[in-house]
């Protein structure tokens, strides 16, 4: 199997655990938070920690993206956040658990596409890359989300 089409098929998995796991309308609420935090985030990660950083990004994804952009990571991540944020605790000390679990988990996702073939780190440690990308990314999405339904009395 090519390397390049590693990317829809991880990306429709994740969509359809997102549809299996979430209810249609829990999705509906939660699509725009994902949509900026999950795929609009991430291809300002890409532009940043790839194109102006250089410190890694995804690779072998062919025709699967435009401008050294992938298409695919970008809705996997929209997934992802729709999941995310679906299950998120909302009482001490789970909610700060969480997203610091969710970095984690993040970071060993990363590596895995790495070992896949289908993303690269060109430097920097484990740990850098927790403390510069993963960590504060979930951790701002979930202080975001959770001020915002807060707010709105939920």
Known sequence: MSKHLIYPIYTGILALLAFALVPRKEIRRLAIYAI????????????????????????????????????????????????????????????????????????YFSYVLQEMGIFRWNYGSPVLHLLIIYLPWECSVAWVYLKAIKGKGK
Do not use: H
Not at 44 to 73: C, D, H, R, S, W
Not at 94 to 100: E, L
């Open 36 to 107: 900026v935090f999950g795929g609009i985030a991430d291809v300002l990660a890409i532009l940043l920690f790839t194109k102006v950083l250089g410190m890694g990004g995804y690779i072998n994804f062919k025709y699967f993206g435009a401008f050294g952009i992938p298409l695919f990571p970008p809705m996997a991540w929209t997934a992802y956040y729709i999941m995310f944020l679906y299950i998120m605790p909302q009482n001490k000390p789970w909610k700060y658990i969480f997203p610091v679990t969710a970095g984690c988990f993040s970071l």
